[in-house]
C-alpha cells in the first residue's frame, strides 16, 4: 500500500525488474493513504484489511493472482486516521475463528486515549468486543501509533504512550471474579521437605491465589 491509498499485488517470484504491466494497482482508499495493513491467509485466497482515514475497516480478497476491487467486508465502526495498529489472530485458516485486533483514536487531538477493538475477521460488520465496553474497567489509556497488536497465548499485548504495555484476557469465570487458586508443592511446615505426609503433621501449602489478599 501508498499515501495515495493504492493497493500494489506484485508476484514475489517475477517482480518484472523495473518493466511496466507486472503489479495489480486500484485506488483502494481513495480519500487517503494506507499506513498498515493485517492479512489473513486462507486455502484458496488471502483477505487484506486496511484502516480508511475518517472511516471504518475494509477487507479486500485477492484469489488467484488479483484482488477483488470491492470490499468483501466493512466494518461499522472506525477511527479518524489510518495509523492504528492491527493484527490477525486464528486458527490456521479455519473459517469463524479469526478476530481482527485493530486500534482507533481521535487524533485530532495530542496524547488522547485509544481504543483496541475485536471484530469478526469474517465480517468486519460483527464487532465482538472493545476496551471501552467496560466503562473504564478496560481502558487503553493514550495512544500510540503504529503500534502492531501482539496476540500470544491466549492474551493481547498493547504498547502506549503512557509508558506501559496493556495486556488482555479472559477473566476467570468463578463468583468474584477472583482467580482459581494453583497449588505448586506441599512441605512439611519446618524443614520445607517434601516427603510423604503423615497424620497430623503441620504443613505448608505453596502456590498462587491462595486465601485473601490481606
Given at each position: 500500500g501508498d499515501k495515495a491509498g493504492q493497493l500494489y499485488l506484485v508476484n514475489g517470484d517475477a517482480m518484472g525488474h523495473g518493466t511496466s504491466g507486472t503489479a495489480q494497482i486500484f485506488a483502494a482508499l481513495p480519500?487517503?493513504?494506507?499506513?498498515?495493513?493485517?492479512?489473513?491467509?486462507?486455502a484458496n485466497s488471502t483477505l487484506v484489511y486496511i484502516p480508511q482515514l475518517n472511516g471504518?475497516?475494509?477487507c479486500?480478497?485477492?484469489?488467484g493472482g488479483s484482488?477483488?476491487?470491492?470490499?468483501?467486508?466493512?466494518s461499522l465502526t472506525g477511527?479518524?486516521?489510518?495509523?492504528?495498529?492491527?493484527?490477525?489472530?486464528?486458527?490456521?485458516?479455519?473459517?469463524?475463528?479469526?478476530i481482527l485486533w485493530a486500534l482507533t483514536d481521535d487524533?485530532?487531538?495530542w496524547n488522547l486515549p485509544g481504543t483496541l477493538h475485536a471484530y469478526d475477521a469474517s465480517n468486519l460488520a460483527n464487532e465482538v468486543w472493545n476496551s471501552d465496553m467496560t466503562g473504564g474497567t478496560d481502558a487503553l489509556g493514550t495512544f500510540a501509533k503504529f503500534a502492531n497488536p501482539t496476540v500470544a497465548n491466549g492474551h493481547v499485548y498493547v504498547s502506549t504512550w503512557g509508558n506501559s504495555v496493556v495486556v488482555y484476557g479472559l477473566l476467570p469465570a468463578n463468583g468474584g471474579g477472583q482467580a482459581q487458586p494453583a497449588i505448586g508443592g506441599v512441605a512439611n511446615s519446618a524443614s520445607y521437605a517434601v516427603n510423604a505426609v503423615s497424620p497430623g503433621e503441620l504443613v505448608t501449602i505453596f502456590g498462587s491465589n491462595i486465601g485473601p489478599a490481606n
Open positions: 480519500t487517503g493513504g494506507i499506513f498498515n495493513m493485517a492479512i489473513w491467509n486462507q471504518a475497516f475494509q479486500y480478497q485477492e484469489a484482488f477483488n476491487q470491492t470490499p468483501v467486508s466493512v477511527s479518524t486516521d489510518p495509523y492504528g495498529g492491527m493484527a490477525i489472530s486464528a486458527n490456521g485458516a479455519q473459517s469463524g475463528t479469526a487524533n485530532t487531538q
